[in-house]
């Protein structure tokens, strides 16, 4: 891009995990040789809401008028702006059929902010490599991510919470085949518990992925987590791949679809819920993983028992 000197160049982002949920904005400025980061998180919000509060903290910092060029990878935004806003002020801040307007106080704040400057839009896509529009969301999720670890220390110094281990295995007889998945958890007091169950076509992959999902369900209230498996596929996932591909828009490196996301989207919610470490155990290497595996095939054999034609 041919900056000119003249204009200030805005660049914004924002988002949540999940959405509704905790989110955060960023925006960088650049102006000639200049340049100005800013970021910012709330508790509980959306991704629409802190797309706006991006464009306008950014507005906000501008010491006097300026010609303003604005980049975005929210449609949101940038239709709301060029095409929805005229017809809301016309219509009273209504709608079509006088439905209200959704973050309208976000959308009223931003013509105050544009109206003291000359704004002009432009759209990318997102995650598509321009470094600015990638350095808005790193400052987005950055501001998000600190509000997230602030509110787990604050919770963990005023009220410690429960410490369990999970013992998870999965096994499918087939590829793909009856599916069956099982956990033992166990607190320091020595008190275990199981959880298992049981799928129609599934894949040892799959059936590993639900054992750790399981384990993470049978527990309501946060605690600090421990999961022990045998899968690396589980382990890589939650602990390397799953924040990209978050980024990524549920792609891989390659740019194909993760396979399974509907699993691995609630294994990173859950995950959000405690505070979770793994660590990778083999097949035999435990008493209680090894029990976990008898109540994984015990599951999987009592559905095949049952599919299979009399």
Not at 200 to 217: K, R, V, Y
Not at 273 to 302: I, N, Y
Request: hydrophobic letters at 35%; glycine letters at 10%; a positive charge.
């Amino acid at each position: 891009m041919n900056a000119s000197p003249t204009v200030t160049y805005i660049f914004t982002d924002g988002g949540c995990d999940p959405n509704p949920g905790p989110g955060g904005w960023g925006a960088v400025l650049l102006y000639g040789p200049h340049r100005q980061e800013l970021s910012g998180a709330e508790a509980h919000t959306t991704n629409n809401r802190m797309e706006l509060t991006a464009a306008i903290e950014a507005l906000r910092a501008l010491k006097r008028p300026c010609r303003v060029e604005i980049v975005t990878d929210s449609e949101y935004l940038k239709r709301g702006v060029t095409e929805w806003l005229p017809r809301w002020v016309a219509q009273g801040w209504r709608r079509a059929h006088g439905q209200p307007i959704e973050n309208l106080d976000l959308w009223k704040q931003l013509v105050e902010e544009l109206g003291k400057h000359t704004v002009s839009w432009r759209w990318i896509r997102g995650h598509s490599g321009h470094p600015m529009n990638e350095r808005a969301d790193a400052l987005a999720r950055a501001a998000r991510e600190g509000l997230t670890r602030a509110k787990r220390a604050a919770v963990k110094e005023a009220d410690p919470i429960p410490r369990i281990e999970a013992y998870t295995r999965g096994c499918a007889l087939g590829a793909p085949g009856p599916g069956g998945y099982a956990a033992i958890l166990r607190r320091p007091s020595g008190e275990t518990w199981a959880v298992s169950g049981a799928r129609g076509e599934a894949t040892a992959n799959q059936m590993e992925l639900q054992a750790a999902i399981a384990a993470l369900q049978a527990v309501g209230e946060p605690a600090e987590m421990t999961i022990y498996t045998p899968s690396k596929y589980v382990l890589d996932g939650a602990t390397k791949w799953l924040p990209s591909w978050r980024r990524n828009g549920w792609q891989t490196r390659t740019g194909e679809a993760v396979k399974h996301r509907e699993a691995w989207e609630e294994l990173g919610h859950l995950m959000e819920r405690h505070r979770v470490q793994w660590h990778h155990l083999p097949p035999d290497g435990d008493t209680h993983s090894a029990e976990a595996a008898r109540l994984a095939r015990q599951e999987a054999e009592s559905l095949r028992a049952i599919r299979r034609p009399t």
